[in-house]
């Protein structure tokens, strides 16, 4: 009888297991450590997103209380992202040096520093010493957030987590144009002090945050710390599995043996950034060119398309639209933080679904338009001599539309994709150039705006940067592999082929297919 009974369970346990087989696979969850770590690390963007927020409203305010020119005020404006190179050009070997995580909170600190002696400015040359000090810490925050967020996020996941840093930045500006609006009414001598000043306190509470973050798997790698990478990457990690890999990945690019297991090993000195900037810049491989062609490329092409002058100077160009008062300025410039942000949420659900290719190239079209839109309404309203209400609402609509679509792609992925596609052992540095062009762009676009549209008009303005724009969505078409999927590791091998990376492409993927088979 007992025989018979185990017989009939087993019969009847068996078509349990052929239901379960057809199951489909439950898609991985959100990996909540890896979430945490990357919000954390990627909050610091908030800085330089509420400086160029707060900027955009500060400066009148600052103008009418100092009676500076509008050359000192672009200049002033601008500046910071020159002053950020500093911070930027020290962050890769800082962070190599004293760690990621370490770094970020160096940036946090120097940061509040500039913000208090900005708040407490009397003249031209001391509101310049606190953007300089503000500028290095912005430096610091702008290379490591990206890179800390992309070492430590597992690849199903590393797309949405590495867009964070934009997320943040673009919640910095709607702040920083919350606060413009809410210290308006006060005395114009204490308005823009409280403006700058009140930037520097999320800082502490933020520092204190990152503190009890977990260092980044690969710089401990680098740091022959295996045991403390392992503990790292099984936490943020969709799987064992995953993890396991994820190590012998990181321990090939820095010349470790994958049959070395212990703890604490001995690094060569080559992992510690030695030769770097050589391999970099003066003998690179097709693969690291093709890399630092992509990486600066898609830096420079963010800010010289014209984003930073729509978001530091959006006050402006409502004026220039016939919108004449400040409080309706600011609450334009407050809609215009508010659909940057909201778009910038929704392209971090984007990446990791579509693609970073077609998010991107739908972005800089979409730009285009908007941009040649501007300047013709722009234009009409130029050389009119009464009010064109539909045209002052065409301004307003395609700003609108400018950084919705702005947010939607190329915001984003311009961190996510100069982040992930350089190898370990130059990813420091390498994103350090990458954003080094990217603030030196935006500082020259923010410091010549006004001179420039003064020159050819600000319609003739938003028409260059169309041009540049179109420029760029050519540059992009032709050069920019997709990364979607790829671990960090994987991503270079597409690389090198140039113009002929979808040949390269296709023939990893047959030989994927191949080794599966």
């Not at 308005?191 to 520097?200: K, Q």
């Not at 630092?292 to 800010?303: D, P, T």
Request: hydrophobic share 50%; net charge positive; charged share 15%.
């Amino acid at each position: 009888m007992a025989d018979r009974k185990s017989e009939q369970n087993d019969v009847l346990s068996k078509p349990k297991e052929v239901i379960t087989s057809f199951d489909p696979p439950k898609p991985a969850k959100m990996n909540k450590y890896a979430f945490a770590c990357a919000m954390l690390a990627s909050m610091t963007s908030v800085l330089l997103g509420y400086d160029i927020g707060v900027m955009s409203g500060a400066q009148k305010y600052i103008q009418k209380d100092l009676h500076f020119s509008d050359g000192q005020i672009e200049i002033l404006v601008g500046i910071l992202n020159l002053y950020s190179l500093v911070g930027s050009a020290m962050a890769g070997r800082t962070s190599d040096w004293i760690g990621r995580r370490y770094t970020i909170v160096l940036a946090l600190a120097i940061f509040f520093v500039g913000a208090i002696l900005m708040g407490f400015a009397t003249n031209y040359a001391f509101l310049m010493i606190g953007r300089f000090v503000a500028g290095i810490g912005v430096g610091y925050a702008l290379m490591i957030a990206p890179v800390y967020t992309a070492e430590v996020s597992p690849a199903s996941a590393r797309g949405f987590l590495t867009s964070f840093p934009e997320v943040f930045i673009n919640a910095g500006i709607l702040l920083g144009y919350v606060s413009n609006y809410a210290f308006s009414k006060l005395p114009k001598h204490l308005s823009w002090r409280f403006m700058l000043g009140v930037g520097g306190v999320p800082s502490i509470f933020l520092a204190l945050g990152v503190l009890g973050m977990p260092e980044s798997p690969r710089w401990l790698v680098m740091q022959g710390r295996l045991g403390d990478a392992k503990i790292v990457l099984d936490k943020t990690s969709d799987s064992l599995e995953e993890s396991k890999l994820r190590l012998i990945d990181i321990k090939e690019a820095a010349g470790i043996p994958e049959d070395c297991n212990e703890d604490i090993v001995k690094v060569s000195k080559q992992s510690h950034g030695e030769g770097i900037w050589k391999e970099l810049l003066v003998h690179p491989t097709p693969t690291v060119r093709h890399i630092l062609m992509a990486a600066i490329g898609i830096h420079f092409f963010q800010q010289s398309s014209g984003i930073d002058a729509v978001v530091l100077y959006s006050p402006r160009i409502f004026e220039k639209a016939g919108i004449h008062r400040d409080t309706p300025q600011l609450l334009a410039t407050i809609a215009v933080g508010f659909v940057k942000t909201l778009f910038i949420l929704v392209a971090t659900f984007l990446l990791d679904k579509i693609g970073r290719r077609p998010l991107l190239l739908t972005s800089v079209a979409g730009m285009i338009v908007s941009l040649m839109s501007l300047g013709v309404a722009l234009t009409i309203i130029d050389h009119s001599d009464h009010k064109i209400t539909w045209a002052i609402a065409l301004c307003i609509a395609t700003v609108l539309s400018y950084v919705a679509f702005f947010s939607i792609g190329m915001g984003p992925i311009t961190w996510v994709y100069s982040s992930e596609i350089f190898p370990l052992r130059l990813r420091a540095q390498g994103c350090s150039l990458a954003v080094a062009m990217n603030r030196v762009v935006s500082g020259t676009i923010g410091m010549t705006f006004l001179s420039l549209y003064k020159a050819i008009s600000i319609g003739g303005a938003f028409f260059l940067f169309a041009g540049v724009a179109v420029v760029g969505f050519v540059f992009f078409y032709t050069l920019f592999p997709e990364t979607q999927g790829k671990n960090l590791e994987e991503v270079e091998q597409v690389f090198g082929t140039f113009f002929r990376w979808r040949s390269r492409q296709a023939e990893l993927n047959m030989k994927k297919e191949a080794a599966q088979k």
